[in-house]
């Protein structure tokens, strides 16, 4: 406020425009549901606060000026108010400023923490002690206001806590956002500049408000918009609010039960109707969820699942489980088409540790994963079991991540048996992760997830290289071996270009593609007309196809046959199942593919009854733990050396 000692002089027009603008911007982010997080509940409480400042101005130098019709005392409790909220703007900012750098503000945990609040309360002090030793104005007995000594002590106090703010975002501008450093600072900057204006350069301007204002505003734009945290589609808050709301939580000491509801049907529905009808339905079920429930926080996560955070303990949760399962007696419609929703549900309570651990998201997504495998109206609570799967989950999938950016993915082999030379021929290539603290990692763990995260492509090319690195720097023949066979996943055989990609590599290592053997499964053959150009490729190059694991999928023998495989191999369930007298498939499996121009491998023999049993029942070839494990590259070639030897020897 720049009330100078002469009157008429101050322009209000900046004030008038601040208050405008803050409170239509104070209702809007009120009207829109923000989620409950202690930055946000600050941001409100800044917004409020300058809209106070704007409007305590206007309302004391509208008394100022008419001074002589209101009594002194009046003008002294106005300007005090005003210099109260004034003062206390900056202590909302900085305390707003902690809560972004995630500091559990009004928590007072360090002993320093308080005197945070000092040049407040001193500002408080002097305010409050101004009408008896007019430090900070004078009311004249002519009832004019004129400024006393301490007139710079706002702009001074304003400033320390605006350099303290300046310091923690600069101190933690790695964790936070880009676009949230930058507004801040310019925040920073405008509400300095709107000061250092009124308060030195033309005193009767009072543009602090508007200079704050415009802060506010590019603060709000930037990050602080609710709408940014808000699903468009089904009105919930969205996924990501989920690990906020739980951070916050874990900061605070909080504890809070969370629920989740996914339907067992969606992905069929999806696939029946469609993204838009079955989007529609989300929306439906999101509205739905938010009248039943509309004080708690519900969040949408893709693919029709929402989660609900909350205070309650089992009771909430079953009243929730009930609402939802009432509702899906019924059918959701879209326009003339009624569809009806089966909801299975996980949740977690807030009396166990679980519920503030980070990973806690992703125990919950294992607990509905567990949900939907049972079935309809399954519930299943999260147990320390799950959520120990998933620490172990997040462990695997970092190795994974390190191993392919640092390029080191272990390659074992496994050595394959030819039952008419009697010696080992080949190999196939397994990959193996090791990792400091979980040791050696098995495909099994870990594919399943880089085909799930998109990194399976980057896996087959670093394992097909290092395969090529072998047969480019070990005389083959010499070894007597006429082939490495190497995996490939479904992602892998969808790409259009892969052939074109592995012959690159097989020519920049100089390899020659008879060497090289490719495994793909029955569920990348179903994709038949790419997967088919690729294997015309490469089998034209010399390449020999295998087909793994057969017998473990729905095979439609038309399909496999009308593809170029050399090579079929019978995956070991099937021959285990031979030999526990379960059933006699292998035989008719031996039978289907023995008068055809393809070889057999049998997977997964053990003992030296089986090794003999199979050569007699016709398979070319064998591999199992009776021959060698998979072992890495050094030890397969001493194993091959030694056979080999043994076998000149013989
Ligand atoms: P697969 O291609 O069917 O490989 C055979 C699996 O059976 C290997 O498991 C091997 O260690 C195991 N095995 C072989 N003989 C025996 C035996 O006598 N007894 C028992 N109990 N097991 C035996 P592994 O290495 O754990 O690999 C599992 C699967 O992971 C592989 O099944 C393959 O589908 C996949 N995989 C492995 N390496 C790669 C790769 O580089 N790329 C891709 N896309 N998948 C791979
Ligand atoms: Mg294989
Ligand atoms: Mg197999």
Known sequence: ??????????????????????????????YRKWLPLIRNRLFFLLMCT????????????????????????????????????????????????????????????????????????????????????????????????VYGEFRSWMFYVTALYLFISACVVVANRKNLRKVVLFSILFYIF????????????????????????VGILIVFLAFQNPDYDRDRKTGLFRESCIRKMKDEDT????????????????????????DEIVSDLSSKVGKYLLEAFPKENQF????????????????????????????????????????????????????????????????????????????????????EEIHQKAIRNSKVEKALKTALNQNNLLVYYQPIYSTMEKRVTGAEALVRIYDEELGLLYP????????????????????????????????????????????LSPFQCMRENLAQELENIMKEHGVNPKYIGLEITESAASNIEIVKTNMDYLVEL???????????GYSNLINILSLPFHVVKIDKSIVWAYFNDENDFLLRVIQTFQNRDLRLVVE???????????????????????????????????????????????
């Open 1 to 30: 406020m720049g009330k100078g000692g002469r009157l008429m002089n101050w322009n209000l027009d900046y004030d008038i425009c601040a208050l405008l603008f803050t409170s239509t911007l104070m209702i809007y982010f009120n």
């Open 50 to 145: 300058s809209t106070m400042v704007a409007l305590t101005d206007v309302i004391s130098s509208i008394i100022c000026e008419k001074g002589a019709s209101f009594p002194i005392s009046l003008i002294y409790i106005s300007n005090m108010i005003y210099y109260i909220i004034l003062g206390f703007k900056p202590v909302v900012f900085t305390f707003y400023i902690f809560s972004l750098a995630r500091y559990p503000v009004g928590r007072f945990k360090y002993r320093g923490d308080w005197l945070l609040l000092l040049p407040f309360l001193a500002t408080c002090l002097i305010v409050l002690s101004t009408p008896f030793n007019n430090k900070l104005f004078v009311v004249t007995a002519e009832h004019q206001f």
């Open 190 to 213: 405008c509400s300095l500049m709107g000061y250092i204006y009124q308060f030195f350069i033309y005193g009767y301007a009072q543009t602090v408000s508007l200079a704050n204002t």
């Open 251 to 274: 900061l605070y000491g909080v504890q809070r039960s969370v629920a989740e509801v996914a339907f067992e049907n969606y992905l069929t529905l999806k696939a029946v109707y469609g």
């Open 300 to 383: 949408y996560v893709h693919n029709g699942r929402f989660v609900m955070i909350f205070s309650g303990g089992e009771e909430t949760v079953l009243r929730y489980m009930d609402v939802v399962r009432n509702r899906c007696q019924k059918p959701f419609y879209y326009g003339d088409v009624s569809i009806y929703l089966s909801p299975v549900f996980a949740y977690t309570l807030d009396d166990v540790e679980i519920v503030n651990q980070p990973i806690l998201r992703d125990s919950l997504r294992l607990a509905i994963e567990l949900a939907l495998q049972k079935g309809k109206g399954a519930i299943v609570r999260l147990t």
């Open 444 to 487: 099994d763990e870990f594919i399943p997830m880089a085909e799930e995260k998109g990194s399976i492509l980057m896996l087959g090319d670093q394992v097909f290289r290092q395969v090529c690195d072998f047969v480019q720097n070990h005389d083959m023949d010499g070894l007597g071996l006429s082939f490495i066979e190497v995996n």
């Open 542 to 552: 010399g390449v020999k196809m295998a087909l793994d694991d057969y017998g473990t």
């Open 604 to 650: 997964g023999v053990e003992t030296e009854e089986m090794a003999e049993t199979l050569g007699l029942l016709g398979c070319h070839y064998e591999q199992g733990y009776y021959y060698s494990k998979p072992v890495p590259q050094k030890e397969f070639v001493r194993y091959v050396e030694e056979k080999q030897w043994n076998r000149d020897k013989r």
